[in-house]
Antibody
Framework: QLQLQESGPGLVKPSETLSLTCTVS??????????WGWIRQPPGKGLEWIGS???????YYNPSLKSRVTISVDTSKNQFSLKLSSVTAADTAVYYC?????????WGQGTMVTVSS | QSALTQPASVSGSPGQSITISCTGT?????????VSWYQQHPGKAPKLMIY???NRPSGVSNRFSGSKSGNTASLTISGLQAEDEADYYC????????????FGTGTKVTVL
């Protein structure tokens, strides 16, 4: 069955760029039926949609993060990636990748990213 | 875009039914039938429980049901069980920006 796995540094310095990759296994990221998204959850807080990408490369971002977010896709590697620039302590969170159509139906296990010097 | 509003906590005894509300606006919950609900146990990834207001994914117990009236969606858990104790989040597509999603504030369900 389809699985998603996040990977990337667990510690990022303030003002630097957070970079994460989500690897899709057990299915193709090029499915025309789905989008691929990033969601984050600060410690003890709720979920926040960061943005999504279609396999063609079309991107959609949360307006509150749009100026700092870039999501890209590599169909040859069955991966999609997140870059969040100029991070601060407020960006400390568990970052999830997920597949979605009208709802986020398959999630990765999440990866904790801490912003600290 | 503002988070959808959910009660911070809801509790019930085993076997009882509880309902969690999710209030938005005509730009999200009220405007689209793209409301979904997620269950999250501590330290785990969210799990989809309801999609498109009232549809259950394969494998989700029929004790979970969803509905919507105006700008408020609801998740009902009937026959409450100990394993239902978790955080629950609603989500909706929103037209506040081109192709955008918003989550609810989250509700802690406690089984007494």
């Amino acid at each position: 069955q389809l699985q998603l796995q996040e990977s990337g540094p667990g510690l990022v310095k303030p003002s630097e760029t957070l970079s994460l990759t989500c690897t899709v296994s057990g299915g193709s990221i090029s499915s025309s039926s789905y989008y691929w998204g990033w969601i984050r959850q600060p410690p003890g807080k709720g979920l926040e949609w960061i943005g999504s990408i279609y396999y063609s490369g079309s991107t959609y971002y949360n307006p509150s993060l749009k100026s700092r977010v870039t999501i890209s896709v590599d169909t040859s590697k069955n991966q999609f990636s997140l870059k969040l620039s100029s991070v601060t302590a407020a960006d400390t969170a568990v970052y999830y990748c997920a597949r979605h159509a009208s709802a986020f139906d398959i999630w990765g296990q999440g990866t904790m990213v801490t912003v600290s010097s | 875009q503002s988070a959808l509003t959910q009660p911070a906590s809801v509790s019930g005894s085993p076997g009882q039914s509880i309902t969690i509300s999710c209030t938005g606006t005509s730009s999200d919950v009220g405007g689209y039938n793209y409301v979904s609900w997620y269950q999250q146990h501590p330290g785990k990834a969210p799990k989809l429980m309801i999609y498109e207001v009232s549809n259950r994914p394969s494998g989700v117990s029929n004790r979970f049901s969803g509905s919507k009236s105006g700008n408020t969606a609801s998740l009902t858990i009937s026959g409450l069980q100990a394993e239902d104790e978790a955080d629950y989040y609603c989500s909706s597509y929103t037209s506040s920006s081109t192709f955008s999603y918003v989550f609810g504030t989250g509700t802690k369900v406690t089984v007494l």
